[in-house]
Every structure is written in structure tokens, then in C-alpha cells.
């Protein structure tokens, strides 16, 4: 008030140096990355979420070597390698891990992971990350039908999919043991014939399978593209972004068809986070600065991935008009539920202890 | 004197046991210690309780009874194609087309091989339409289904009688044609030939051949994830989930898992032993 | 073959067991080709309506292919011989001297079969790191070294077994003492003696081992190699026609290659043994 000029001129070069400063900033990380040469990843498949292209762009852009390690791995084989590499400098060793929500805690719990925060951390939903920085959400999805068109017709709710048009040919995309995309899967069924209710969604998700494999519509088999467009599982239970995906590398032969369902709209977060024994950290701060860019937040959802930072780059209208077009339309994005760790702990302990139990199909 | 000759014999067998050693024995020895312990590295005996859960304990029941019916099969089978190629006085061409092809066919396992089997045998597999379509049979309206224990079975089919064929084809070498002719001279049928002849020769062989088989199917996992995933329990998957999963992730279950199938190995070993003893004393 | 015979009619019973055998070929024939040909059907699937090789013309024209396949059959052969070298004087000993070790050699022979080739590749990662006594991932060379001594552990079932096979049909001790008699070496006995008169469990064993090794994918991947096992899994992750494509061929190489191993290991040595 008493000097308004040099109050705004103060502003302004203080908004200047926190620029210049985290430009310097990246800028010497770059330099530090460079020097270090590579980076090593895993569990990474070049077609989920579009990380293939995104590992080239940021070859080409930084020169820096990536090895892709185990792209099949699960979430527990990354904690393992961790453990495994803790006193190696080479290759084989992970410098970044992308797990489940729930194996962000475990693996900060269990020391294997050192915080880094992003410079976009602050647009990152709280939800979303750890306070402390040790691990934090990159990308999303939610649990669709991937449909055989030629074979059978689009169901659009889970309900459907009990009807007797769909004999043999509902799957899962993996084990419900051992999988989170089937776990999230099975969450999911029982959500939206639990009408919502998240404490009996998993009781009721077994059941529904229970039914479903009395019925003869679900097979047992894990649902891939080959067995897509083979016959064998026409109808496949998936992360959208896999399914888009799968739909897309099969070009039209069969003809794919996306379906979010009306009901039971369940999304899966995934975490980064940098190994504690990294041999490369800068390298691996590099690669966490370019996946939460708004080049890197384009680039998932050109893989068909939500980015954590959807809302606040769809705001600011940063998404291209061709990308945001691919994807399914946004109002069945509306309804996800995001559960919480305790829901999917929860999800987790009675879906895996009693599916061989409830749904008896345990081969004889 | 009795000591020195032992020790110089035992130094025959160090390169061997130095190698197995280094690059398995060791490497995996803390697989033995986590079997034993919990996550945070303390002493617990409740990893190996945990393998007689239930859903545990079925699952040894179901990997041990598809590696015995597919040993037991493939063995008989892989006998019978061993005898054909090098007893069955066809082409030379045969031999060598068919142990090449067993070569490959003995690693055709995993996603590969439960993919081509459902595209084979699966409901819309080409066998399975062309017998619908050209003889108006359908194979799954007789209750056969490839996805079921009896499937997986034809597919662990595949890479067993292989594997079968190679080992015990050098053995159906040895048997002399004299043996045959001596036989045929002292008035005895070919019955006889096989039954007091042959099968003694080849006993300790054939013994040996299923142990590997037997092993070779209980530490099998891929092609029975492939096949029948979500609804098959053994013993390989239920490791996996624990070791790799996404989900559950108790590593130290994982490792007592395997502990148990190297019992189990062990225990096979003996058995074999055993009857390989017994076997070779007759031959002498 | 031995001794040339007369070409005298052979007798009825010898008559049947062609016929049988014949008809044994017939239907394991019929088993081993049907999958493949559904495997092949589908993998001409790729252009909608039409058979066309589309599948085949993606995947032969990624270099990778070849550079990974060339890699791996590198690999196979050293495994071959350093498999055969560790794995025959070893039977021979057991088999000759020391036969109260055999239930132990055995059942460590039995051990990678049922010891998941993860937790082999951990435990080698823990103690062959860049820090450890024996440093052999910091190189490509030595993780290279490693990558084989890893493939030779998980050969090791398929070598023994077929070279414990072929050792029991000959008549080892026989031919010791008489090669012993003769004034020959250790050395000379298992290079001319044992070597070529188990020519053809050793060309088993090379087989089961040159498939494993081309198929495996665990120790490779983890260790960060480039062959052809990691290269499968890459091409078939979320694909549909081209793992199938792969596949087909994939077997066609093996095989042929095997051929080529096959003839080798008629033409190497000379003296006639069983064949």
C-alpha cells in the first residue's frame, strides 16, 4: 500500500528467481543425467500406457541409454529386483519401479524407495501421493469390457454379461490371486451389483463370478488379444487403456469395441517411485521430470493412460483435441470410484483367499 | 591305500559340484533361509504351517497328479515312438526328422503351446469346427473340455513325449539285435523277448527317463498359467503369485512353496533310487 | 547300420512291427503337427477375410529378430559344449568309481527343474553384483558368462539324464580296462573312447539344451541381455497374429538349426558306432 511499485516489482523478481531456479535446477539435472549415461526401468511393456514411444521420446530427447528390464514383471518381481540388486551398479539394476497403489507404502516401509518431488508436484491430487514424496500416482484407468464385435455384441453394464448370449465368453485379464487388474476385475462387478456400496462390493463381486461360471459364461482362462481374436474369450474384463490398446494393434480384424460400464466404474492408480539403491538417481529424477511434464502427461493419454495431472492440464486446456477424441466418452469417466489402500486391502484379503473356494472352478 | 584312491576318485566329481555350487546351490541357498523366516528377518516356522493349508495341500495334490498322468502317459507313449524310430526298420530319414523335431518340440511349452492347443481343441478351435462342420460332431457336448485337468494333461503331453523319446532312444541303441536273434533261436515269442529281456535291460533307463519327466512336469508352470490360469491350483502358480504377484507378495511363503517341491523332488529321487537298485541287480 | 544282410523276406513278425511302427508315427504325427497347423491357420489371419503372410512379413523384417536369434544360438552352442564338457567326465566317474555319489549327483542334476529360475537369477544378482567378491555384472562380457553358467544350471537335467542314458547302454567298464590295457590316458579314454560311442545321447542332450536355452526368457530379461527369449515376450506381449507368425517360425529355425547340429555330429567323427 505505502509502496505499491516496489511491492509488485518485489513479486516480480521473486516469481523470476523461483523461475530461473527451477530452471537451473533442471537444467543441472539434465547435465547430472547425461553424465550418468542410462537408465535402467522395468516392468515397463512398450504397449501399456503408451510407454514405448515415451521411452524413444526421452532417448532421443536426452541421449540417455534405457534398459528395459522383465517389461512382463508384476508389481512384487520390482520390489524383488530392488532387494536382489542392492548392492549392484549395473544394468540389472532398477532405478525406477511403476507398482500398485498399495505397494507405494510397503515398498517406503520397507526402505527401497528415496523421495523426489516432481517440479509439478503441487497440480498431483493429495490423494494421490505420499506426503514425504517417497512414491506418487502417474496415471489411471478404469475397468472396461474389451468386446469381440464380430463374435458377440457389446454388453453395456455388468449385469449383462449373465445374460445366456454370453456363454463361454466373459475372462478376466489375469488371476485373481495374484493380479490386480483381476482383483480391481472382481471389485469392480460386486461394486455395481452391490449398487455402490463399497463394504459388501467384494462379497458381492465373488458371487457374481460364482454365478457367472454356473451360468457357463466365464471362462478361465487370462484374457490377452490373441485369445481375443482367436474365439476363445470375446469378451474380456480389462484396464481400458490395455483394451484401446489391444484394439488398436488388432486393426480391425476382429472389430474391438470399448466398453466403460454404466455401473461399478472402478479406477486403478499406479505409483512411481525411485529405487533407494538407484546406481543412476539423476537419470531417474530425469525421467520422473519428463513423466509428470505436460509432454509426458500427453503422451500417456496418447497410450490411452488418464494422467494423474487430467485435471489440472483439461483446465487449462493442454490436452490435444485428437487424443481426448480416442478415448471413451468422458461421462462414464464421471462415476469412477478411486479406492482407497484400505478398501483395496480389504479387496485384496477376501477376493484371493476365497475365489478358489466361491467360485469353484477349480479344475478336476 | 583304501583312503587315498577314494580321495583322488572324489576329485573327478569337484568340477561338477564346484560348478552346481557356485551357480545353483549358493545362489539359491537363501531361498532355504527364507523359507524360514518372516519379512522382517526374524526365525518363524509359520511359513512351512502355512503350506498345509488347504488350498495349499490341494494344490501339491493336483501338480503331483498331473505330473504323475502325464509321466505315466507320456512315458508309454514316448516309449512306443522311441521303439518305432529305432526298431521300426523305417527310412533313415525317420530317425533324425523325428529326434530334431522331438528337440524342439520339448521346449514348445508355455503360452505358445496353450495357444495352439486352443486353437486346436478350444471351442472355436479349427479341430473343433472341422469336426462340427464337415462330421457333425461336437466334442464339447460329450463333456470334454480342453480347459480341465484332462486338457491340460494333452497339452503337458506335448513337451513330455519329447522329452521321453530323446532321453530313451540312446538306451533302445543298446539293445544288440543278437540278444534278439538269440531269442528268436532258443524258440522264445517277442513277448517274451520284451518282457524277460528288453524291459530288465532297459529298466534302470526307463526309471531314470520318468524321474526327469515327473520332475520336469511338477516344476511346469507356464503352460499351465496360460491354459487354465484362474482355475487350476498348483503348486508353480501359487508361488508365483506370492514371489511375483501384484498382490499378495509373502516372498518367505513363496520360498517354503518351492522348499516343499524340492521335498517333494527329494523325495521322488529316492523312490527312484530305490527301484533303479533293485533294477540293476537284476542285470547282474 | 552293421553288418550288411542278405535281402532275404523278412518274417511276419518283423513284417507287423514295421506296419505297427508306421502307424505309431501315424498318429504321433498327427498329434505334434495338428497344433502347429492351428497355430499356423491362425497366424495367416492378420488381413481381414483374407490368408494372407502379412504376420511373417512384420516380423522377418525386424532386425531384431535376426540379432537376437544369432545372440541366442551363440549362446546355445557354448552351453552345448561347456554342458557337455562338465556334464560327460562327471557321468563317466559316477558311473565307474564313485557310484554311491550318484543319488546326490542326481538329484542336484534334478534340482533346476523344480527351482524357479527367478529366484535363481536373484540369487545371482546378490552374489555376482558389481560389489561382490566375484564382479561379473559389470560387463557385458562377464554378465555374458554369467547368462551361460545359468543356461548350462538349467540344462543340466536335460545333458545328464541323456548322457547317464547313453553311458548305461554301453559297456563302460569293458571299454576302460581295454582302452587301460592299451596304455591310454585318462583323458584319451573319454576322448576317444566315451565321447564318440555316446554320440547320440550327447546329440539328445544338445538338442533339449539348444531348445531351452533359445526359449528362455527369466535369466536373460533380468539380466538384461539381448536374446531371443526376451525378444518373444516383446513381440507376443499384447499382440494377436504376430506371436503366432513368431511362433511358426521360431520352430522352423530351431529345427533347421538342430538339423545342422545333427549333421555335424555325424560328420565329426569317423569310426562307426552305433548309430
Not at chain 1, 539394476?93 to 511403476?98: E, G, H, L, V
Not at chain 3, 533380468?222 to 503366432?244: C, H, I, K, T, W
Request: with cysteine.
Amino acid at each position: 500500500m505505502t509502496h505499491p511499485k516496489l511491492h509488485a516489482l518485489a513479486l516480480a523478481a521473486l516469481t523470476l528467481c523461483a523461475a530461473s531456479g527451477a530452471f537451473a535446477q533442471s537444467e543441472q539435472l539434465v547435465a547430472a543425467a547425461k553424465a550418468e549415461g542410462q537408465l535402467t526401468v522395468i516392468a515397463l511393456a512398450r504397449s501399456w500406457c503408451g510407454y514405448g514411444p515415451m521411452i524413444d521420446a526421452f532417448k532421443a530427447k536426452y541421449g540417455i541409454k534405457v534398459n528395459e528390464l522383465n517389461p512382463d514383471a508384476g508389481s512384487g518381481d520390482e520390489i524383488e529386483a530392488i532387494k536382489a540388486n542392492k548392492d549392484n551398479k549395473g544394468p540389472q539394476a532398477p532405478d525406477t519401479i511403476d507398482v500398485g497403489l498399495s505397494f507405494g507404502p510397503a515398498a517406503k516401509a520397507a526402505g527401497l524407495i528415496q523421495p523426489y518431488k516432481v517440479s509439478t508436484w503441487s497440480t498431483i491430487p493429495e490423494s494421490a501421493k505420499d506426503a514425504e514424496g517417497f512414491w506418487y500416482g502417474d496415471y489411471y484407468g478404469v475397468l472396461a469390457f474389451q468386446v469381440n464385435a464380430d463374435m458377440v455384441k457389446a454388453p453395456t453394464d455388468w449385469s449383462d454379461l449373465q445374460k445366456p448370449e454370453y456363454k463361454n465368453a466373459v475372462a478376466l485379464a489375469g488371476d485373481p490371486r495374484a493380479s490386480n487388474q483381476a482383483i480391481q476385475g472382481v471389485y469392480a462387478a460386486g461394486l455395481s451389483s452391490a449398487g455402490g456400496d463399497a463394504s459388501k462390493a467384494s462379497a458381492a463381486g465373488l458371487k457374481f463370478f460364482a454365478d457367472l461360471n454356473k451360468a457357463g459364461n466365464f471362462v478361465p482362462v487370462i484374457g490377452k488379444a490373441a485369445s481375443l481374436a482367436q474365439g476363445t474369450t470375446p469378451v474380456i474384463i480389462s484396464w481400458d487403456y490395455n483394451a484401446l490398446a489391444d484394439r488398436d494393434s488388432l486393426k480391425g480384424n476382429p472389430k474391438v469395441e470399448v466398453v466403460v460400464p454404466k455401473s461399478g466404474v472402478v479406477a486403478g492408480v499406479y505409483v512411481q517411485a525411485i529405487s533407494a539403491y538407484a546406481p543412476h538417481p539423476n537419470a531417474a529424477k530425469l525421467w520422473m521430470e519428463y513423466l509428470y511434464s505436460d509432454e509426458g502427461q500427453q503422451a500417456l493419454l496418447n497410450g490411452y493412460c488418464h494422467p494423474i495431472r487430467f485435471g489440472d492440464l483439461i483446465a487449462r486446456n493442454k490436452f490435444s483435441k485428437a487424443s481426448l477424441d480416442k478415448l471413451p466418452p468422458a461421462a462414464g469417466y464421471a462415476k469412477a470410484a478411486f479406492p482407497t489402500l484400505d478398501q483395496q486391502n480389504a479387496a485384496k484379503e477376501v477376493i484371493t483367499k476365497q475365489w478358489d473356494a466361491v467360485v469353484g472352478a477349480t479344475v478336476k | 591305500m583304501q583312503g587315498k584312491t577314494l580321495d583322488l576318485s572324489l576329485l573327478g566329481v569337484v568340477p561338477f559340484l564346484a560348478f552346481a555350487l557356485l551357480f545353483m546351490l549358493l545362489p539359491t541357498a537363501y531361498l532355504m533361509l527364507g523359507a524360514f523366516q518372516d519379512a522382517q528377518g526374524a526365525f518363524t516356522l509359520a511359513n512351512v504351517a502355512g503350506l498345509f493349508e488347504p488350498a495349499v495341500l490341494e494344490a501339491y495334490a493336483i501338480s503331483f497328479k498331473i505330473s504323475l498322468a502325464s509321466t505315466a502317459i507320456a512315458g508309454v507313449l514316448g516309449f512306443a515312438l522311441a521303439w518305432a524310430t529305432v526298431l521300426g526298420r523305417l527310412p533313415g530319414w525317420i530317425r533324425p526328422t523325428i529326434t530334431t523335431f522331438s528337440g524342439v518340440a520339448s521346449n514348445f511349452a508355455g503360452v505358445p503351446l496353450a495357444f495352439a492347443f486352443l486353437a486346436t481343441l478350444g471351442r472355436m478351435g479349427l479341430v473343433t469346427l472341422l469336426l462340427r462342420n464337415c462330421c457333425g460332431i461336437n466334442i464339447y457336448a460329450t463333456g470334454f473340455s480342453i480347459l480341465s485337468f484332462f486338457g491340460l494333461t494333452l497339452s503337458y503331453l506335448y513337451f513330455q513325449i519329447p522329452l521321453m523319446l530323446l532321453i530313451i532312444t540312446p538306451a533302445l541303441d543298446g539293445l544288440k539285435t543278437e540278444w534278439r536273434e538269440a531269442c528268436a533261436c532258443l524258440g522264445g515269442s517277442s513277448l517274451q523277448y520284451w518282457r524277460l529281456i528288453a524291459i530288465p535291460v532297459l529298466a534302470p533307463s526307463l526309471l531314470g527317463a520318468l524321474l526327469l519327466l515327473f520332475a520336469n512336469a511338477f516344476g511346469a508352470v507356464a503352460t499351465a498359467y496360460a491354459l487354465t490360469g484362474s482355475s487350476l491350483n498348483i503348486v508353480p502358480i501359487l508361488l508365483y503369485a506370492q514371489i511375483r504377484g501384484d498382490v499378495l507378495h509373502n516372498p518367505n511363503l513363496g520360498y517354503a512353496m518351492a522348499l516343499g517341491m524340492i521335498v517333494i523332488t527329494g523325495l521322488a529321487n529316492a523312490g527312484y533310487m530305490l527301484l533303479r537298485s533293485r533294477a540293476d541287480r537284476r542285470l547282474r | 547300420m552293421s553288418a550288411a544282410r542278405p535281402a532275404a523276406r523278412p518274417p511276419q513278425g518283423v513284417r507287423a512291427s514295421r506296419w505297427g511302427a508306421w502307424l505309431a508315427l501315424a498318429l504321433g504325427s498327427s498329434y505334434f503337427l495338428l497344433p502347429l497347423l492351428a497355430t499356423f491357420e491362425f497366424s495367416l489371419r492378420m488381413q481381414r477375410g483374407v490368408y494372407s503372410f502379412e504376420a511373417y512379413r512384420i516380423v522377418l523384417s525386424d532386425p531384431l529378430f535376426q540379432s537376437t536369434f544369432s545372440y541366442s544360438i551363440v549362446m546355445a552352442l557354448l552351453t552345448i559344449v561347456v554342458g557337455a564338457l562338465l556334464v560327460v567326465p562327471t557321468a563317466y566317474w559316477v558311473h565307474l568309481r564313485l557310484p554311491r555319489l550318484r543319488p546326490l549327483v542326481e538329484f542336484i542334476t534334478l534340482l533346476p527343474l523344480v527351482i524357479p529360475a527367478i529366484v535363481i537369477v536373484y540369487g545371482y544378482l546378490r552374489m555376482y553384483n558389481s560389489s561382490a567378491l566375484i564382479p561379473l555384472t559389470g560387463s557385458a562380457t562377464a554378465t555374458d558368462f554369467l547368462l551361460m553358467c545359468s543356461y548350462v544350471t538349467l540344462s543340466l537335467p536335460y545333458m545328464y539324464r541323456a548322457v547317464d542314458t547313453g553311458l548305461r547302454s554301453i559297456d563302460v567298464r569293458t571299454l576302460t580296462e581295454a582302452a587301460e590295457v592299451l596304455g591310454a590316458s585318462r583323458y584319451v579314454i573319454l576322448r576317444s573312447v566315451i565321447f564318440p560311442n555316446i554320440r547320440a545321447a550327447i546329440l539328445s542332450g544338445a538338442f533339449l539344451t539348444f531348445a531351452v536355452v533359445l526359449g528362455e526368457f527369466t535369466m536373460a530379461s533380468l539380466l538384461d541381455r539381448p536374446s531371443f527369449g526376451p525378444y518373444l515376450q516383446l513381440v507376443g506381449a499384447n499382440r494377436a497374429y504376430e506371436p503366432s507368425a513368431l511362433a511358426v517360425i521360431a520352430f522352423l529355425a530351431t529345427w533347421a538349426s538342430m538339423g545342422l547340429i545333427q549333421l555335424f555330429g555325424r560328420s565329426a567323427h569317423t569310426r562307426p558306432g552305433p548309430t
